[in-house]
């Protein structure tokens, strides 16, 4: 790792259709951060931003990034079948590399961008962003006090009707959100998965898909996954043995919810009926923060100081394999894959 920086670090942004606008505001409003470029393959997409951005320069060329030596870092928000080859690029130019998720489309190319990073002894990073969430960070905060107790499982709903997308499921295109937070939250590596779907409005593209993650400590997390849904929910729900806890990101003033609900301890070795106890209801003050400015944050200052990030190559490589294994069971009508990890 190089000698920490004691100046601005700077960033080009590469790709400003759909995301990689949000990801250029939030660097450019960052006072650890200077938005040097502004790269797209499109003059007209450019022109959009120059006038945000003055002290930004713009181009149609990654090279020019690539070129020059002053910039610290590449962000990576372009087409997701581009991501491997352009974090690829950057790293080998010696730049530290931010990349919208999933890293990778398979587990051997996002495992081969995890490795070239820690090679090069630069910083990776993908952009997991409801890791940074400050309602998740409470759920992992019970998780890891023993608030819950022991963890039995957890669930993500995450529906919506629409947006259908034509190049990629729902498993694709949803998955990454709450795959990554599953594996944050349990803080193991998984060991089994399964996935059933199915093709409602095209042929070969699952508008829904349930998942399922088994952890070698026997935690199972479950994922409902579906643009063809009269419901709008984003939920992730963990269940403990002392207590249970869920995130609703449809909330505005509730996002967490804490219940002191349970099984009582059996006091006899029979019994037709496992008491439950139910005690209060707790809602924690949640911090109302951007979490792509977290995101943003965490990458410059992890630039900056040679440190590492709760989203480094390793986890992004972790979520694409995760993926890569639901997709394998998806077509083999829902049949468990093993997940071996370092890209098989």
Known sequence: MSEPLNRPVRVGVVGLN??????????????????????????????????????????????????????????????????????????????HTFVEKPLALSAADARSVADLAAEKGLTLMVDHLLVFHPAVEKLKQYVDDGT???????????????????????????????????????????????ATGE????????????????????????LHLSWLDPHKMRKMTVIGSDKMVVFDDME???????????????TETYGEYIQVRSGDIHIPKIEVTEPLRLVCKEFVDAVAT????RADGDAGATVVEVLEAMTTSLNNAGAPVAITGKGS
């Not at 990576?76 to 352009?86: C, D, F, G, K, Q």
């Not at 409005?201 to 199972?220: H, K, M, N, T, Y």
């Not at 505005?252 to 059996?266: A, E, F, I, N, S």
């Open 18 to 95: 759909y995301w990689g606008p949000n990801l250029a505001r939030n660097f450019d409003k960052l006072a650890e951060a200077e938005l040097a470029w502004c790269c797209d393959l499109d003059e007209a997409v450019l022109d959009r931003h120059r006038g945000n951005y003055p002290g930004a320069r713009f181009t149609t060329d990654i090279q020019d990034l690539l070129g020059d030596d002053t910039l610290d870092a590449v962000v990576i928000a372009t087409s997701v079948p581009t991501h491997a080859r352009l974090a690829t690029m950057a790293l080998e130019a010696g730049k």
């Open 148 to 194: 819950l107790g022991r963890v039995f499982y957890l669930y993500g709903n995450r529906q919506n009707l629409g947006i259908v997308r034509q190049d990629e499921n729902a498993l694709w295109s949803l998955g990454p959100h709450d795959i990554s937070v599953m594996l944050w939250l349990v803080g193991e590596q998984p060991v089994e998965v399964s």
């Open 199 to 222: 093709s409602y409005l095209q042929p070969g593209v699952e508008d829904v898909v349930f998942g399922r993650i088994r952890f070698a400590s026997g935690v199972i997390g479950h």
């Open 252 to 266: 505005t003033d509730r996002k967490v919810t804490l219940y002191d609900k349970g099984p009582l301890p059996r």
């Open 306 to 309: 040679g440190g590492t990030t």
